[in-house]
């Protein structure tokens, strides 16, 4: 079974250019989640979708960011336009409440640089 | 709020030396506690967890034991590989949340 994947790796963009991160979930997986790593900091949370609903989006740090889930399967978070202060490593993660062992899974990440 | 607290790196070691990784953390109630681990280009993976004061996490040869006394959960391990070589993240939950308070990471290196 493919694990949460995270699209693009890397990705090098100018300040006041607009990025968008892409997260594809394990299938059939219904709550999705973003956090971001800013260089050495912590994890912190950005928001929580259970299937296309956004259920907490507390973690958001400001109206440049959006995110959606079209559909309940990926979700695409939108930064516009970009600041440097946005640099970081943004993860993906996925959970089922199916299962009985709730655990999440994280994809690689996206490494995000404004210059 | 609640907040994670652990050792700065990176932690530099020699294969089968003894490893501490350092964690404390403070919190409301009765957290559940966990160790993530990220391998270079891979995601984030639970590496092990404790719901309660008391038990001992393990897994891969790692250990860590809820300390409710010392608000604690260092890792260790008794003899690490270079494969061990990652970023180790200490966490923890509130009952009933799945979303997890992370510490800011401790890079592992080990050499042969």
């Known amino acids: 079974e493919a694990g949460v994947t995270q699209f693009p790796s890397h990705s090098v963009i100018e300040k006041g250019q607009t990025v968008t991160l892409r997260c594809d979930p394990i299938s059939g997986h219904d709550n999705l989640y973003w956090y971001r790593r800013v260089m050495g900091k912590e994890i912190k949370f950005l928001l929580h979708?259970?299937?296309?609903?956004?259920?907490?989006e507390s973690g958001m740090p400001n109206n440049r960011f959006l995110a959606e889930r079209t559909g309940g399967t990926y979700s695409t978070l939108k930064v516009q336009p970009a600041e440097l202060e946005d640099s970081g490593v943004y993860f993906c993660?996925?959970?089922?409440?199916?299962?009985?062992?709730?655990?999440?899974?994280f994809g690689p990440g996206t490494r995000l640089t404004v210059l | 709020g609640d907040s994670v607290t652990q050792m700065e790196g990176p932690v530099t070691l020699s294969e089968e030396a003894f490893l501490t990784i350092n964690c404390t953390y403070t919190a409301t109630g009765y957290p559940s506690l966990f160790w993530y681990v990220q391998y270079p280009g891979e995601g984030l993976q639970l590496l092990l967890k404790a719901t309660k004061a008391d038990d001992k996490g393990s897994n891969k040869g790692f250990e860590a034991t809820y300390r409710k006394e010392t608000t604690s959960f260092h890792l260790e391990k008794g003899s690490v590989q270079v494969s061990d070589s990652a970023v180790y993240f200490c966490a923890l939950s509130p009952r009933g949340s799945y979303i997890p308070t992370f510490g800011r990471g401790t890079s592992l290196i080990v050499h042969p």
């Open positions: 979708f259970v299937k296309e609903s956004k259920q907490d």
């Open positions: 993660a996925s959970r089922s409440t199916r299962e009985s062992y709730n655990e999440q899974f």
